[in-house]
């Protein structure tokens, strides 16, 4: 291994510094670009509110702006213990969090990557040259850039380097130190928050180890060290992160992540996208080339001498008879096509991976090691180590390869089929003329290293700076901030000027209005977007509006404004950025909803008159099976959030002033079709049984024998399915109970985003009187639409019953992110529902004394309490996190403790 000196890093460090200032100096210093996508809209949403409360002294721990309310303390990508992201309070603790900041941050880790595999680099070649080749192209590669939008991946990866050093230098040279250390900073990368990264790097390292232990030159002397090793740094990095792990493993369990099917965790690259290691605009896209395919996972431009450098790399090590690094770029990049390779089913079966999506990503290893190759193939062409066969054949290879480029380029046509390739072509003849000229004594040696790195550099800044994908032409002052959304601040004005506090917003208005906006403003919403969102909350919101992307709204007609499930998420005020979707929905012919204003900032407002202040009281609650059977009651048009309390069979335990209501499940392999197949749904993240192929013909017919009725009365029929086909399903049910003969119907049946199950809905199909004895169920498709049913209940409804819940009233509301206090005053005992999310953690308290929360219409919090007069108070304290923060907290003294007596004894 190879060290630098002291001078040398200090040099590299301010060298990188300014050439990534130049490479974003439109994003640092005008106000005219800005890093687009989820950096904007999901990443400074989130930390804006982390910023928020750590300056004035909080620890972020439940957020009540987006979905309702949002443990943000289990969302690993809120990065709220990554220490760098600390800073942030230091150098703008007076104030909201600038976006600019936030940009700073991530341009300041593509420095750091460019640092660190220059240093690790180092450890391999002699070549100063060689190794600032490594960290220029690992810094500004595609497979980097294209991701700047995804700020906790970036932060993630620019770790790979120093993490994979510190490994390598511990197991190689028995340093207990370097080992321990490479372990620390493997926590601090997955407290950067993106796990996914930190999982590819232990598959790294546990490859690399065991590599080095059955093949390696020193192997007889690793065992057992490398193992122990590699659970020194698996150890100390999850200790370290205890204090996200545990959070987020809790949140993990109950949110949509842990619904990932086969389709998420294998779907990949495309087969071609290796053509953009060398032709960065194969699909488009860069420098006003019209794109014909996404970018994000299919762009790793690398630069032609990168890419020829990389290879001769490659050469150099099986010349050395070290396949590790050949074998890591073909296994990572075959994983990296998912589906469409051959190792798709692996992953899905691999515990650990498959708790990922987006396997394309796998790519980012190839492109560590392809980076680190390139530095070992410039030192060896550099300093003329090469083998001497193909030294001597070198330049003839050059030259064939380039001519065989202007063919293609002239006679195959590429170069008008391809942007781009002609540049490619001028690129490559540069690179084979000056190493040509090299290799026969003609070009001084510092010559084809500045010209080597002036033509990489080049094809980096031209294809990769100033692009739409990591410098988006607005102003980052105005795209989201205190005051405005998307340029405008009218609306945030109004919405802010309520004092109120008991409401919240629902925008089915596009981006940053109905992804996490809120956060910034600080204004309440029953939207947003996060990949982990509550899986309970999005199945909530799925019972009235059609949802694109976790709790985000699709602007589709199939949106059931009208419903009480709205009122009790108490969205006061309704925002539409669509004037043919307001009629749709039926907002202006409403005696539910008022305008409030017409056009501001290109959207229309409406004002809830239904909508629940924070609580409500219930005599008592009806019990159903399970949370399926809940959700499905609640879509159903019985329902009316203020006079219904709903509860599942496991939360009312020995809650008294319930009771149970009768259910019934219908089999779809009972059911007689007139055609269709009831298969499983492979869509699913645990496959369940579903009649596919039925409904896609008119008068398409299901028949149903009911089983036997127990108890006779008016039962509900409900239907879950989805409908991503338009026009939606119209069906008819006709329901035989005796002698008395019911239908319903016509019924349109609201369409769904995807066929996924995880998108599905619920549609009331009807009201019938059922007696004991022979029951027939039929459904009859009235227009061609397919369908995928999932399943059929009958549920019984209540008698009605007049004035159920007496006289009662809520009063000294005391409201903060974490704790929320209130008086409460009934005339009978029974259940008092407050509209916040439930979720482990929160604690309740009536007049001082614990209570158990109980969960209501599937996701509020509901507590039991007796006639009279009380005082609630409900706080948020995360399950087990006090255990996580002390083993984190010890973790990081231990090393510091460790790492002083290393220093005092060297």
Request: one cysteine or more; aromatic letters at 14%.
């Amino acid at each position: 291994m190879h060290f630098p000196s002291r001078h040398e890093k200090w040099l590299i460090l301010a060298f990188l510094a300014a050439i990534t200032i130049f490479f974003y100096w439109k994003v640092l210093f005008t106000n005219h670009f800005m890093f687009p996508g989820d950096a904007a809209t999901f990443f400074y949403p989130y930390l804006s509110f982390v910023h928020e409360e750590m300056r004035h002294f909080h620890l972020p721990l439940w957020d009540p702006y987006a979905m309702s309310g949002f443990p943000i303390i289990g969302d690993p990508e809120s990065q709220i213990f990554y220490p760098i992201n600390w800073l942030f309070v230091v150098i703008h603790p007076f104030g909201e969090l600038p976006y600019k900041l936030v940009e700073c941050q991530e341009i300041l880790h593509f420095c750091l990557a460019g640092l660190f595999m220059y240093l690790l680099a180092r450890t391999f070649v002699h070549s100063k040259a060689a190794a600032l080749c490594s960290g220029l192209l690992f810094m500004f590669s595609g497979a980097m850039v294209v991701h700047t939008q995804h700020l906790a991946s970036i932060d993630a990866m620019a770790w790979f380097p120093l993490i994979f050093l510190f490994a390598r230098r511990g197991l190689l040279y028995e340093d207990l130190f370097f080992t321990v250390s490479a372990g620390v900073i493997f926590g601090v990368q997955i407290l950067a928050g993106h796990w996914q990264h930190s999982a590819y790097l232990g598959v790294l390292l546990l490859l690399y180890f065991a590599y080095e232990a059955f093949f390696g030159p020193d192997r007889a002397h690793l065992w057992p060290r490398w193992i122990l090793g590699l659970l020194i740094i698996g150890g100390v990095g999850a200790a370290l992160a205890m204090v996200q792990i545990i959070p987020t493993h809790e949140l993990g369990d109950l949110s949509v992540r842990s619904y990932l099917n086969y389709s998420d965790i294998t779907v990949g690259n495309e087969r071609r996208f290796l053509y953009t290691l060398f032709l960065p605009n194969f699909y488009g896209g860069l420098n006003g080339v019209p794109a014909w395919s996404g970018l994000t996972f299919n762009y790793v431009f690398l630069s032609v001498p990168g890419c020829l450098l990389g290879l001769l790399g490659l050469i150099e090590t099986v010349r050395r008879r070290n396949f590790f690094w050949l074998g890591l770029i073909l296994l990572c990049t075959e994983i990296s096509y998912g589906n469409q390779g051959h190792l798709g089913n692996a992953i899905y079966h691999t515990p650990i991976l498959n708790l990922f999506r987006n396997p394309n990503t796998f790519f980012d290893v190839a492109n560590f090691a392809l980076c680190l190759m390139v530095a070992l193939g410039a030192d060896a062409l550099f300093s003329r180590s090469l083998p001497p066969l193909l030294l001597k054949y070198l330049p003839a290879s050059l030259t064939l390869l380039l001519l065989s480029a202007i063919i293609a380029g002239l006679v195959i046509r590429l170069g008008d089929r391809i942007q781009g390739w002609y540049h490619m072509l001028a690129v490559l003849a540069l690179v084979c003329v000056a190493i040509i000229a090299m290799l026969q004594n003609k070009l001084p040696l510092i010559a084809l290293q500045g010209s080597i790195l002036g033509l990489m550099l080049f094809q980096l800044f031209f294809y990769q700076m100033n692009q739409v994908f990591n410098a988006y032409p607005q102003d980052p002052r105005k795209h989201v901030s205190r005051d405005f959304a998307l340029g405008q601040t009218k609306v945030v004005q109004f919405l802010r000027a309520d004092r109120g506090e008991d409401f919240r917003m629902a925008a089915i208005a596009g981006p940053v209005w109905s992804d996490s906006g809120p956060n910034v403003w600080g204004i309440r919403g029953i939207y947003g977007w996060n990949p982990i969102t509550i899986r309970r909350y999005d199945e909530y919101i799925r019972g009235f509006t059609n949802v694109e992307n976790y709790a985000t709204p699709w602007g589709g007609p199939d949106t059931n404004l009208q419903s009480s499930m709205l009122d009790l998420l108490g969205a006061k005020y309704v925002l539409v950025g669509d004037s043919d979707l307001e009629q749709k929905f039926g907002l202006p012919q409403s005696e539910k909803f008022e305008s409030i204003f017409t056009g501001w900032d290109s959207l229309d407002g409406y004002r809830n008159k239904n909508y629940l202040s924070r609580a409500w009281f219930f005599q008592k609650a009806y019990v159903l099976p399970d949370e399926e059977q809940v959700f499905a009651l609640m879509a159903s048009n019985w329902f009316d959030g203020r006079k219904t309390l709903l509860m599942e069979a496991k939360d009312a335990g020995h809650a008294t002033l319930v009771e149970s209501q009768s259910t019934l499940r219908l089999d779809l392999k009972q059911a007689t079709v007139s055609k269709g197949d009831s298969i499983g749904d492979l869509l699913c993240a645990n496959p369940i049984p579903m009649l596919a192929g039925w409904a896609n013909h008119k008068d398409d017919w299901l028949r149903y024998e009911i089983p036997a009725i127990t108890q006779a009365g008016s039962y509900v029929l409900l239907m879950k399915y989805s409908a991503a086909q338009r026009p939606t399903p119209s069906l008819e049910v006709a329901v035989n109970s005796g002698d008395n003969l019911q239908r319903s119907g016509p019924i349109t049946v609201p369409g769904t985003i995807e066929w996924r199950c995880d998108r599905s809905r619920t549609v009331d199909l009807g009201r019938f009187e059922l007696t004991p004895g022979r029951n027939q169920l039929k459904i009859i498709s009235r227009i061609p639409s397919d369908i995928h049913i999932y399943a059929f209940w009958l549920i019984r409804l209540p008698a009605e019953e007049s004035n159920t819940t007496g006289a009662f009233s809520f009063s000294n509301y005391s409201v903060s992110e974490n704790r929320i206090s209130f008086h409460s005053q009934q005339d009978r005992g029974g259940f008092v529902m407050l509209n916040e999310i439930n979720y482990p953690g929160w604690e309740g308290n009536v007049d001082g004394n614990p209570v158990p929360i109980i969960q209501g219409d599937g996701i509020f919090r509901v507590v039991s309490v007796p006639a009279g007069s009380h005082d609630l108070e409900f706080r948020f304290w995360p399950t087990h996190f006090t255990i996580g923060a002390a083993i984190s907290i010890m973790t990081l003294a231990l090393y510091f403790i460790f790492a002083i007596a290393r220093l005092r004894s060297r």
